[in-house]
């Protein structure tokens, strides 16, 4: 429970009293109903032996459907109970509350029609990872756009200012607008977010952009280092993260982060690998550089095309390329 509050977008209730538990007789909807919630985590832990098997499962609230299940073995004589409580905890998490998640994904298909201007301020948020979905330019105006109108209707939502400072930070970032003026309202929203939420790992990240953008060298890499402190977990921001040190040439530490993000979250977007391609690229490994840059898998943003005929290009490859 303690992993998943650290997700500011999610709101968790429970755990369930003893009196609540399914297996007296409380089914997944009427769980729904009487907590007020969308979806519901559950799971079971079994021993047999020295082996200890762990199973999870989300489910809607509404439809009984089950979204998401694993199960997890460990031995308990290679593997204390603290080292499998931190490796279950960390990967239901970020399964589930991370932005590319379970949970994340499912809201986002009931959203993907309507329009930015009846949009709830949870819808909003969900546009702004939407676009970090897809990556195309309509994504990019709608997010804006349903973000600007949140922050219109409340000026101290702190988790709409960071993402509307981030995802202008993206549009500095890929030169669609590299104004002064942009970099200053990008700082504005940055120091707003903090200033209302010190904790918010966002708000921490926004601004280590800024810094990163100004080339402040030791700012960023402190801002960056609290946002992951955080929350370990979000694997959206620990990749992005990630990104950010590689181009500052911190690339060990860089590719441990990718790794964790990757391996935490198995619906991971395919822009997750991007630090590795740039790393073996850098390093001349060019065949290794073209498996990362198809795995990157992003047809609509151009990066995609742009690595893939990079990588091709310097295996000779021409006519492809």
Known sequence: RQALTRFPDLLVIGPMHRSAEPERGQGVRRIGREYGVQFVLDGAVRKRGQTLRLTAKLSDAASSANLWGQTFDYSLEKTSIQEIEDAVVGQVAATIGDAHGVIHR???????????DSLSDYEAVLRFYHYFRVFTPQAMVDAVEALEKTLQRDPDHALAAAMLGDLLAARYQFGYEDSEAVLERIEELGRRAVALSPNLQLAQFTMGTVYYFRFQRTLFLAAFERALRIN?????????IAFHLSMAGEWERALK????????????????????????????????????????????????PLIRAASLGQLDRREEA
């Open 106 to 116: 499912s809201l986002n298909k009931e959203i993907s029609v309507q329009r930015t």
């Open 257 to 304: 982060l990718t790794d964790k993000a990757i391996r935490l979250n198995p619906h991971h977007p395919g822009w997750y690998h991007l630090v590795p391609f740039m790393n073996a690229y850098r390093q001349g490994e060019y065949d290794l550089a073209l498996i990362e840059a198809r795995r990157f898998n992003t047809p609509a943003f151009h990066w995609d």
């Open 232 to 240: 370990p977990n979000h694997c959206f921001h620990v990749a992005s």
